[in-house]
């Protein structure tokens, strides 16, 4: 029976991504005419095990620092007729693209292809670089691996087809840092060299140049990039390695301390006849950037629309965004510097008071790819409250677009606002609940206030933990004199979210007693209001059995706060100073953010206990009666028995002016 493709997997001892990598070969092997070959490198029986429950077709391989010799192994046995290799650290997401280009017949008329693999950064998935690969070809005689360490299949002839398959492949995520890169480093770079030595091309260059990259060995990784480029000129054919160089070189100029030096190449790279329409997007957006850190703004503006325009026409010919790649450098990566680019344009605009293009940049940018806007929402905002004289036209080009992306219709709803458009600023806003951008919840809490719209629908859509979060940020923006204003405008609209209410209550509350210099007795009524909110808040979610013991381990740390300072206060008015002392060291345990708070009551109970204490009617009759006994003894000089009487008067009446004076007269004789 013929068979369409041989999948060759080179495994060693991986057992975790070994068998996601099987699983993801398996459709291929249910739904065509393929068979699987293992090259096994490893010595675990259990790795093995795995394997057989895939295929009995497997060839032990003893290691010797070639992956040529490994993939020919496996090569020579092939049967196919399409080859397939893949990594035991890779798996694919969906091979369905590629089965029906074998079902449907369609592979007969291509001699190779690529997919792509997707190399993660971190361990989230949320960071990776996506390259074309060309692991896919036409079974000839020829067909064989070359190079002993990054390996590839020759001859690859075309034409060539482009899938969009994916595997994922996290092994650059274990090698964040510089000390994972420097192991891999000194097992590659020697064999590398060795192959340079031996046969110097643009293939072996580009893997030299990622290889002193890693290692942030940036001027060596320039020496051989710019060799790269000048071998990649003796062919007639631009390849993909010198596409990449081309693109790199900038990049690395850039990163050893020389951005003069890395615009000035780029430019150069974007006059030569060499560099294809994807390089060129690339090194126009790359150009940008460095346009903004040497200040160079008008001429970083003509590169944001150059990367426009190059980004149009391959649109309109894709084609040619389809041939022209080269590892990492495709059309789909220069579509990912499209924000970031472009974002740049708004800042060479306002820098060069080109305010007309606001509207047209803003046009541009890709709105619905939200993963990709959404890290420069935070740029987006700086560059909008840094210039509020253009706050209209910022937000008249908002409201142009034609986008359902929730960072717009936010800025939507303040242009509305803006135009005293109430119905469309409501509109806007009740848009904006269902779909709030991460981050802006408090700018919602805030148009809603000053609307007076209610935030009960948004209160609806979200958590307390994320209210919380919400309130704490919105105390930090508004003025402690706009609090009352602000808890005014908001509570009618959340009548029944008393709890939400009272957090923000609280957070308010908590900013005045910190940040306003207030001392006793100012310091009382916040304090009080403070109390009662929270008793309120507790009153409503727990039992009174539970609240009529306020050190429970249960209650909430500001409940039990409250609980001590509410009886401070109490103490404070009837004049029981002492009282308060071990009750504001229970305090500061439980809520030690409120120390100032707590210092103050503490000062002001030090300075209560340190002052005279007005004396009562009788002590005063007693203390007249002992200064005429006094006079008595100074007017016989009977000085000795003078002084101990004044000591019990001075203690009998310690803020009476006259016993001082009389204290000192008898300490003079």
Same mark, same amino acid.
């Given at each position: ?8 997997l ?7 991504t ?9 459709p291929?092997?249910?739904?065509l ?12 029986? $259990? ?6 429950q ?17 993939r020919n !192994?496996? /090569? ?6 399409w080859? /397939?290799y893949?990594d035991?650290d890779?798996?694919?997401e ?5 089965i029906q ?10 001699r190779?292809?690529f997919?792509v ?10 960071? *990776? !670089?996506?390259?074309?690969v060309?692991?896919?070809c036409?079974l ?6 070359v ?17 969009r ?13 510089i ?6 480093f000194?097992?590659?770079?020697p064999l590398?060299?060795?192959q *340079? ?6 293939q072996?260059?580009?893997q030299?140049?990622?290889e002193?990259?890693?290692v ?11 060799q790269? /480029?000048?071998l990649?000129?003796k ?10 160089m ?8 850039s990163?050893s301390?020389?951005?003069?030096e890395a615009?000035? @190449? ?7 006849? &060499?560099t294809?329409?994807?390089?060129q ?6 150009? !940008?950037n460095l ?11 003509s ?12 649109e ?5 965004a389809?041939?022209q790649?080269?590892?990492t450098v ?11 680019a472009?974002v ?12 007309? &293009?606001?509207k047209e ?7 619905d790819?939200?993963?990709q806007?959404s ?22 080009g908002?409201?142009?677009? &034609? ?17 005293h458009?109430s ?27 000053r609307n007076?719209?209610?935030?009960e629908?948004l209160l609806?859509?979200i958590?307390? $933990?994320t ?27 959340m009548?029944r979210?008393?709890?939400?209410i ?7 509350l ?5 940040k306003?210099?207030?001392?006793m ?7 009080k209001?403070?109390?009662d ?16 013991e ?10 039990k ?9 109490e103490h404070?008015?009837?004049e029981n ?6 009750l ?6 439980v ?15 030090? @300075?209560?206990?340190q ?15 002992v200064?005429q006994m006094?006079?008595?003894l ?6 000795q028995e003078?002084w ?6 001075? !203690?009998?009446?310690p ?6 004076k009389?204290k ?6």
């Amino acid at each position: 029976m013929n068979i369409q493709l041989t999948i060759s997997l080179l495994a060693s001892d991986r057992p975790d991504t070994l068998k996601k990598c099987l699983d993801s070969l398996s459709p291929f092997l249910k739904k065509l005419n393929s068979e699987l070959i293992v090259v096994f490198t490893g010595k675990e029986q $259990e790795t093995l095990e795995i394997i057989r429950q895939y295929t009995s077709h497997i060839i032990p391989f003893t290691w010797c620092d070639d992956f040529s010799a490994a993939r020919n !192994a496996g /090569l020579n046995e092939a049967s196919g007729e399409w080859f /397939l290799y893949i990594d035991d650290d890779e798996w694919f997401e969906d091979p369905g693209e590629i089965i029906q280009f074998f079902q449907s017949g369609e592979y007969r008329h291509y001699r190779s292809a690529f997919y792509v693999v997707r190399n993660y950064t971190d361990w989230s998935g949320k960071q *990776y !670089a996506d390259a074309h690969v060309g692991r896919m070809c036409c079974l000839t005689p020829e067909t064989r691996f070359v190079n002993r360490i990054h390996e590839f299949l020759q001859p690859f002839s075309e034409p060539e087809k482009m899938f969009r398959s994916f595997v994922h492949h996290y092994g650059y995520a274990e090698k964040e840092d510089i000390r994972g890169n420097a192991s891999k480093f000194d097992r590659n770079i020697p064999l590398l060299l060795k192959q *340079y030595k031996e046969n110097p091309n643009t293939q072996n260059c580009m893997q030299l140049v990622q290889e002193y990259q890693s290692v942030d060995e940036f001027e060596t990784a320039v020496r051989y990039c710019r060799q790269g /480029l000048k071998l990649g000129e003796k062919d007639a054919r631009i390849g993909a390695c010198e596409l990449w160089m081309q693109v790199r070189l900038p990049i690395l100029l850039s990163s050893s301390g020389h951005p003069e030096e890395a615009l000035k @190449e780029g430019e150069r790279l974007l006059m030569h006849p &060499r560099t294809l329409e994807v390089g060129q997007a690339h090194l126009h957006a790359i150009s !940008a950037n460095l346009c903004w850190e040497l200040k160079e703004y008008q001429k970083g503006l003509s590169h944001v629309r150059r990367y426009h325009e190059k980004m149009r026409y391959l649109e309109k010919h894709p084609d040619k965004a389809d041939r022209q790649h080269g590892a990492t450098v495709t059309y789909e990566s220069a579509k990912k510097r499209a924000v970031s680019a472009y974002v740049a344009g708004l800042l060479f605009a306002s820098e060069t008071d080109e305010w007309h &293009r606001i509207k047209e940049i803003l046009s541009w940018m890709p709105w619905d790819q939200e993963d990709q806007v959404s890290p420069q929402y935070g740029n987006l905002e700086k560059w909008k409250w840094s210039h509020p004289q253009q706050k209209e036209t910022i937000l008249e080009g908002y409201s142009a677009l &034609r986008t359902g992306n929730p960072y717009v219709t936010l800025q939507k709803a303040l242009w509305a606002e803006d135009k005293h458009l109430s119905a469309e600023a409501e509109d806007y806003y009740r848009l904006c609940i269902s779909d709030c951008p991460e981050g802006f919840l408090y700018q919602l809490a805030e148009f809603a206030a000053r609307n007076r719209f209610s935030l009960e629908p948004l209160l609806e859509e979200i958590t307390i $933990e994320t209210w919380d979060e919400c309130t704490k940020v919105l105390a930090e923006h508004t003025k402690t004199s706009d609090m009352p204003g602000f808890l005014e405008n908001l509570r009618p609209g959340m009548q029944r979210y008393p709890i939400c209410i009272w957090r923000l209550e609280q957070r308010f509350l908590e900013k005045i007693l910190l940040k306003q210099a207030m001392g006793m007795p100012e310091l009382a009524e916040p304090l009080k209001q403070y109390c009662d909110s929270v008793a309120a808040e507790a009153e409503t979610l727990y039992r009174s059995e539970l609240l009529n013991e306020p050190d429970h381990y249960a209650l909430p740390y500001q409940y039990k706060f409250t609980s001590a300072i509410k009886t401070v206060l109490e103490h404070l008015e009837k004049e029981n100073y002492q009282a308060c002392i071990p009750l504001l060291e229970k305090a500061v345990r439980v809520f030690p953010e409120m120390s100032s708070v707590i210092g103050k009551l503490s000062n002001h109970i030090e @300075e209560k206990l340190q002052t005279p204490q007005p004396v009562s009617e009788e002590f005063e009759l007693l203390g007249r009666q002992v200064k005429q006994m006094l006079y008595g003894l100074i007017e016989h000089e009977q000085w000795q028995e003078a002084w101990g009487v004044v000591n019990q008067l001075a !203690a009998l009446l310690p803020g009476d002016s006259e016993v001082m004076k009389l204290k000192q007269e008898i300490l003079s004789h």
